[in-house]
């Protein structure tokens, strides 16, 4: 019997150090052999694992500019992503590159200092004509800049342009035309616009207020606006006027949203400009079975269309021990070289005016938008506080579901800004 | 020991603390007292997690459990009641997840079922994943589809544990049907009875993964439970102290619905 427990408490002791030395090890082979380098392998992490190959595909030209490449790592669940990321700045493991959003949740790793500062990276590009200064303010904080942009993606309308032209529909330049293709398809049968109940619930309320009045939209990210003020609600209650006429799709629907817009399910879609790789994915070809326009606005005395704008950034972990490998390859991401080589690997607008976009159609999204007549906004994604975010995407997803009274709902996220807000002060 | 206050009570112990700070994963948890109990049970939100999570237990243990019995008690002694088991059996080999994706693809708007009925003329068929409590009970249902036959075999292996003899004199005094389950079969089951309710009540207390993969708790929160509050909270929000405070309450409902449960099967077994 005493031999038995030995060899038990044995096992046991093994099976510690096993897992002590398993905790102490870690998966990468760079380990502790690269500090201060400034090139070789980096580790980079993103919650984007369907981009995987796109990121491996720029490996060559990297390799070939500054001698660095990525071994990826891609997280298909962004809570489960951004869990490993915050629990690794506790670690000696904290990512050499990773990627990262905007708004409050980077300013978050700012605050705790946890990012490296990317200021001089910046200065050049600005300098060189490889960023805007409105881009720059996205990653902007007390005067400094941390990380730089993974891509760029302005929110804009895509429709299936087979079913326009059965219609004699033409790309809406104003509210009016927008309203008019929307009845006029709803009378022949179509749904025109795609939604959800599910994560992508936000971007008609974001259209909506922003393009009644950009600077009311801007009030409810400071929380100088409430989501229960008669001008809101007013704009809620032209939401739900369109829901009642049916002009949105079954929000249960579990159907892929390109695979959606290609069988006619619906006619058009409120969506970033990366959706060209799902749309591509699903079978239509660009400028042929599908087209884009930028959502005109809802208030037509505003002297500008207002557009939505995302910025995803990779970001550099200021412990981390590839720390000058990540900054290195970030000074080259933002070259137009990087740049042209990920527009072609990942068909994407280019946040660098110089660099070359294949797709005709982005390019010309690209130029349309800094044509002076359009003014960008920060996405309703980044420019909400995460935990009032949290619970506006599913108040939408539930009105989405369940059309009716908007108060309930707006009360719901007002109530959430009210406890948030309260903690800030 | 050193493995057990490793891997259970330290985990044990840190959530405990963190229920009571304010943490968003980064830099140091805040001390801020019971604050965090307090917003969990004044949240109408949570009070519809709880009422969502009560209707898992109820509905776990009429189905699963209910059916599982019944199948086992029908095919009992039956010749080929393996071959009548075995198709209930394959679905617990798939994971909770998987179960989940098969029901979505069944359940959703324009789904398999809805295809299904508009073949025989219903062009409106319910919202099963949009309106709740329907789509609470259907996730429930497709729940019961992987449990069912697990039941049937753990309630096989109790009735053919049972002695012959007590069967057989109770036949011969005369007791078939509803008399002989209630009055030998049901007694002599209640042993494993206790070990799969127990069972059941503590899986159903944790539903996670198949109203994840279903639903994601809403529309809204509308199909929300304890476990997807406490992961949305914690993960979704980066509200590390409240989702702690939930996970707490979590593990002591389990405990003490555990405790009791077990605690009157034991005294009714010595009663016996």
């Known amino acids: ?425 | 020991m050193f493995l057990v206050a490793v891997l259970l009570y330290l985990p044990l112990l840190w959530t405990t603390f963190l229920s009571f700070t304010e943490y968003n994963g980064l830099g140091d948890p805040d001390w801020v007292g019971i604050d965090n109990y307090v917003e969990m049970f004044t949240d109408p939100a949570f009070v519809g997690s709880l009422m969502n999570t009560l209707l898992w237990v109820a509905g776990t243990l009429l189905i699963p459990v209910g059916v599982g019995l019944a199948l086992a008690l029908l095919t009992w002694n039956l010749p080929g009641g393996i071959w009548l088991r075995l198709p209930f059996l394959i679905p617990y080999a798939i994971s909770g997840i998987g179960v989940g994706v098969i029901w979505s693809f069944i359940l959703s708007a324009n789904g398999a079922l809805d295809q299904a009925l508009a073949v025989f003329g219903v062009t409106d068929p319910p919202r099963w994943l949009v309106d709740a409590p329907l789509n609470t009970v259907v996730m429930i249902l497709a729940s019961s589809w992987q449990g069912v036959g697990v039941n049937a075999l753990l309630f096989t292996i109790g009735l053919q544990s049972i002695p012959k003899e007590p069967l057989e004199a109770a036949r011969v005094d005369g007791a078939t049907g509803f008399r002989l389950f209630g009055s030998i079969l049901w007694p002599m089951l209640r042993p494993l009875t206790a070990v799969v309710v127990g069972l059941s009540i503590v899986a159903s207390l944790k539903t996670f993964d198949i109203v994840l993969s279903m639903t994601k708790g809403g529309p809204g929160r509308a199909s929300e439970t304890l476990a997807l509050t406490m992961y949305r909270e914690t993960f979704v929000n980066s509200d590390y102290g409240l989702g702690s405070a939930i996970a707490v309450f979590l593990s002591v409902v389990t405990l003490i619905a555990s405790i009791l449960y077990l605690r009157q099967q034991l005294s009714q077994k010595h009663e016996m």
Request: with cysteine; aromatic share 12%.
């Open chain 1, 1 to 425: 019997m005493k031999s038995r427990r030995m060899v038990g408490a044995g096992i046991a002791a093994l099976a510690t150090a096993t897992l002590l030395l398993a905790g102490c090890s870690g998966g990468g082979g760079n380990e502790g052999g690269d500090a201060g380098a400034t090139t070789g392998t980096l580790d980079f992490y993103t919650d984007k694992a369907a981009w995987e190959p796109d990121f491996d595909e720029l490996n060559a030209t990297s390799a070939e500019a500054v001698d660095i490449t990525l071994n990826t790592t891609g997280y298909s669940d962004a809570a489960q992503y951004d869990a490993f990321i915050k629990q690794s700045f506790r670690t000696q493991k904290s990512p050499g590159l990773f990627t990262w959003h905007t708004g409050d949740s980077l300013k978050q790793l700012v605050d705790e200092n946890l990012v490296a500062e990317t200021t001089d990276l910046w200065t050049k590009a600005i300098d060189e004509g490889w960023a805007t200064e409105d881009l720059r303010d996205e990653y902007t904080f007390d005067g400094k800049q941390y990380c730089v942009p993974m891509n760029i993606a302005y929110w804009v309308m895509y429709y299936n342009k087979n079913i326009f032209e059965e219609q004699g529909i033409e790309e809406p330049t104003t509210w009016e035309e927008l309203d008019a293709a929307a009845t006029k398809l709803k009378a022949a049968g179509i749904t025109p616009y795609y939604q959800t109940s599910i994560l992508f619930t936000f971007q008609w309320f974001q259209q909506l207020v922003a393009g009644t009045d950009p600077e009311l939209y801007k009030g409810l990210s400071t929380g100088d606006v409430k989501y229960t003020d008669p001008e809101i609600v007013d704009i809620m209650n032209i939401w739900l006027d369109e829901q009642e006429k049916g002009w949105f799709s079954d929000a249960g629907s579990t159907v892929d949203p390109a695979v959606g817009l290609k069988q006619g399910d619906f006619a058009m879609i409120n969506f970033g400009s990366f959706f060209n790789g799902s749309l591509d994915g699903a079978g239509m070809v660009s400028g042929e079975d599908y087209d884009m326009f930028v959502i005109p606005a809802v208030n037509a005395d505003l002297g500008t269309t207002p557009v939505a704008v995302e910025s995803g950034p990779i970001c550099v972990a200021e412990n981390s021990k590839q720390k000058d490998l990540g900054m290195a390859y970030s000074e080259w991401w933002m070259s137009p070289d990087a740049q042209t080589a990920w527009n072609a690997a990942r068909g994407d607008v280019a946040f660098n005016p110089k660099a070359t976009v294949n797709d005709p159609m982005l390019s010309d999204l690209g130029t349309t938008v800094a044509d002076g007549s359009h003014t960008l906004f920060t996405r309703y994604f980044e420019a909400t506080p995460t935990p009032i975010l949290t619970v506006a995407l599913e108040q939408f997803g539930a009105f989405n579901a369940n059309p009716g009274d908007p108060m309930p709902f707006l009360e719901a996220i007002q109530a959430e800004a009210d406890k948030y807000w309260a903690d800030q002060e």
